[in-house]
């Protein structure tokens, strides 16, 4: 997509005094192809903080490749690293708090605020973080890591533990021009181990345009051991929408990861439909969502040619944008029950003649604007809004299986649509992100992919933002 700000001088200069932020798109470093067995490979990873995690992190980092730069007053904080960086090849090496050494970089940095206890403790962020933040290579990550606030027993527990994500997400804002990112992950006591697949993740490119979000990893739905390359081999995904856009890019990843990925979409979209099912070896199964027989029909396909489904993307969506003074019957009642209603159809079909197999992955596609809202979005925001409470009340209900639901909220994307809008509309729009610059269809679809994972088995009942840290609704 075009980007005014980079090809006119004079458009740049004025926004430059504005003081929004000048975009620099190659400085988001984006992953290309599978899952890799070491994702963090040659990277190096500051660990610091207050709390109980470093024998996790010594494992999770060491084998996913990166080397460890443990922060510590002596070199007993480096024990619980030696035995998997000799087992790893990746030897951790100590540096004094408050101090970063004279051409030192990192790539990321992980903060382990499980310790926490008061506000007083949240100094240590300021002590350990402020001389690296200028430190921190582009495309780098902040993952700030802490128990959740609503289990401490203790209210100024619960205050120190909410610092946390102001905290990260203040950050998040201060190195966004540099297309780095921070996120912080709150962990429930007994669900360190489902941690691996959650830091791989944001520690690598496929969170690019991922940035100011909390995590929650719970011990809610059963889980098994996750593999860590061809995540989705044996699987079966559903994909709506998947002619183009956000649902095509989708359709792409899953199919990298080894899914056999069914594209659903309207019959008069058989052509593009078909082509991107072809190329990714795929099938076609066309139906109109809204159809009254659509849940029985797509339940139907799916187990008599694949004998059930593993993953459902509720990515079809529609807008019909008015003032509600404005907005007619059929205009309210078309965004209302694409983007909502029929989720909730098909997925309660799928649930009850139980196609969707133990272990499955819900994802539906909300919207920034469905948190925020959006003039002219009543429909629309409605729709999106109550997904968000329809995975949040869904995943308890079905964790006994094994099964996930999450939502995934995506900002401003660059599409065909976002590129049809106003000059001054679409600029605007880009400039709203920490990182100064519009997602793509792929920036989703690496979301989509990797809550659809056996490794995210500890988020569940979320809403994820991706909008690269979105000055409203982030």
Not at 34 to 53: A, I, N, S
Not at 153 to 168: D, I, M, N, S
Not at 184 to 190: A, I, K, L
Request: charged content about 25%.
């Amino acid at each position: 997509m075009t980007d005014l700000l980079l090809e006119n001088e004079n458009a740049r200069k004025l926004v430059k005094t504005l003081g929004l932020p000048i975009p620099v798109p190659e400085k988001l470093a984006r992953s290309k192809g599978p899952y890799e067995e070491r994702p963090l490979d040659e990277k190096t990873v500051l660990v610091c903080g207050v709390g109980g995690l470093q024998a996790t992190l010594a494992q999770i980092l060491t084998k996913a490749g990166a080397y460890p730069l443990v922060v510590g007053t002596s070199d007993a904080v480096l024990e619980p690293f030696v035995g998997p960086g000799e087992a790893w090849a990746r030897p951790p090496r100590r540096v004094e708090p408050g101090q970063a050494p004279e051409g030192e970089r990192v790539d990321a940095i992980v903060f382990d605020g499980t310790g926490l206890e008061t506000p007083d403790d949240l100094h240590q962020l300021y002590v350990f973080m402020s001389p690296w933040i200028r430190r921190l290579n582009r495309s780098g990550r902040v993952v700030v890591i802490g128990r959740p606030a609503g289990d401490a027993k203790k209210p100024v527990r619960a205050a120190a533990r909410a610092g946390l994500e102001g905290f990260t997400r203040s950050l998040a804002k201060e190195i966004g021009a540099n297309g780095s990112t921070a996120n912080s992950v709150f962990v429930q006591e007994g669900a360190d181990e489902r941690l691996d697949s959650v830091l791989r993740f944001l520690l690598s490119p496929r969170s690019a345009y991922i940035s100011c979000q909390p995590f929650h990893v719970t011990k809610l739905a059963k889980g098994e051991e996750a593999p860590e390359t061809h995540v989705l081999g044996g699987k079966v995904a559903l994909v709506t929408g998947a002619a183009r856009g956000i649902g095509e890019a989708t359709a792409e990843l899953l199919a990298f990861e080894g899914a056999h990925v069914v594209c659903l979409d309207r019959p008069a979209d058989d052509a593009p439909c078909s082509k991107v099912a072809q190329r990714i070896g795929g099938s076609t199964l066309l139906i109109d969502i809204t159809d009254i027989d659509a849940p029985e029909r797509i339940a139907g396909e799916l187990k008599d040619r694949f004998g059930g489904v593993d993953i459902v993307v509720h990515n079809a969506g529609v807008t019909r944008d008015k003032t509600l003074a404005r907005m007619s019957p059929e205009q309210w009642d078309m965004a209302v029950d694409i983007n909502l209603g029929a989720v909730i159809r098909i997925t309660d079909r799928l649930l009850s003649d139980e196609v969707l197999r133990s272990g499955g992955r819900v994802i539906c596609l909300s919207s920034v604007s469905g948190i925020a809202g959006n003039r002219g979005q009543t429909n629309y925001s409605a729709g999106k809004a109550g997904i968000v409470g329809f995975v949040g009340a869904l995943a308890p209900k079905v964790a006994k299986k094994g099964i996930t639901v999450n939502a995934i909220a995506p900002g401003f994307i660059e599409t065909r649509l976002t590129d049809a809008m106003p000059v001054a509309i679409r600029e605007v729009a880009r400039r709203m992100a920490a990182v100064g610059q519009g997602g793509k269809p792929e920036d989703v679809g690496q979301a989509i992919t990797f809550l659809a994972t056996p490794g995210a088995v500890g988020l569940t009942g979320e809403t994820l933002r991706v909008c690269g840290g979105a000055l409203v609704g982030a």
